[in-house]
């Protein structure tokens, strides 16, 4: 991919961004890149970058993202090796960057380190997915992250999903069976492979709501989210369910 190359000579040609490798993850990876997906880059680099570098990283970051039809949303995020090697919860992000942060970057804000959980599973899913763009093999320079790490960065992410829930109602139900997922098999899947594993186990009346999601994960750009009648209705006891069996595994999980 053309915006793949700009994004690898863009983090190559930062000064001050000591690069140890850079890899491709998510659904890129994962299954294969959907309609709306994003391309999500992991850089790994031996030190934090000073003033120059971010402003410098933000402003390629800027002009490479995009959202129509020939620029795909970026995600890129920068973690220092020794943040996170040897590995501790919660890792701190040094750099990031994603289209849904557009505004306030435009407005002045520089992303500055800062403890992230969600790290935890983008760490795990660059391990598994093993894409280095560029650099060695990510396992051998990023340590194995615990499953009961996985678990709590999933837990975590949980408010901020219901926060979301009414104007990406997509990715909040996707999200929330790759919750569920990941709680109980301790891996971490594809959005829509998350999806056919909820829904072999996810009670007849919610299935339809769920098949809805996938179907627009795979198929449909952002602007075609098409909700209404009885699958708006179905939105909310769809939650409520799959908030269950999280809550029952992580209950089952703290009593273990």
């Not at 340590?143 to 990715?171: F, M, Y």
């Not at 999601?213 to 989210?225: F, G, H, I, K």
């Amino acid at each position: 991919m053309h915006q793949v190359q700009e994004i690898v000579d863009l983090v190559d040609g930062v000064p001050g961004l000591d690069v140890v490798g850079s890899y491709l993850h998510g659904s890129s990876v994962l299954g294969g890149l959907r309609p709306a997906g994003d391309l999500d880059v992991l850089v790994v680099s031996r030190r934090r970058m000073d003033g120059r570098a971010r402003r410098n990283l933000l402003d390629g970051a800027l002009r490479v993202s995009g959202s129509g039809n020939t620029r795909r949303p970026v995600e890129l995020t920068v973690v220092v090796q020794s943040e996170v090697r040897p590995w501790r919860y919660p890792p701190t992000c040094d750099f990031l960057f994603g289209e849904w942060l557009r505004e306030e970057y435009e407005a002045g804000k520089i992303p500055l380190p800062e403890p992230m959980p969600d790290l935890a599973l983008l760490i795990a899913a660059t391990s598994a997915g093993d894409h280095p763009l560029t650099g060695p093999h990510p396992a051998r320079i990023l340590d194995p992250v615990p499953r009961a790490d996985l678990v709590r960065a999933s837990l975590a992410g949980i408010p901020g999903l219901l926060d979301d829930l009414h104007h990406d109602t997509r990715n909040v139900l996707l999200t929330l069976a790759r919750i569920w997922t990941t709680l109980a098999t301790g891996e971490i899947k594809s959005k829509n492979a998350a999806a056919d594993w909820a829904l072999a186990r996810l009670p007849p009346e919610h299935r339809a709501v769920l098949e809805h999601a996938r179907y627009l994960y795979l198929n449909c750009p952002y602007t075609e989210e098409n909700w209404s009648g009885a699958l708006r209705e179905g939105v909310s006891p769809l939650v409520d369910c799959l908030l269950a069996e999280i809550d029952r595994l992580r209950t089952a999980t703290s009593q273990g």
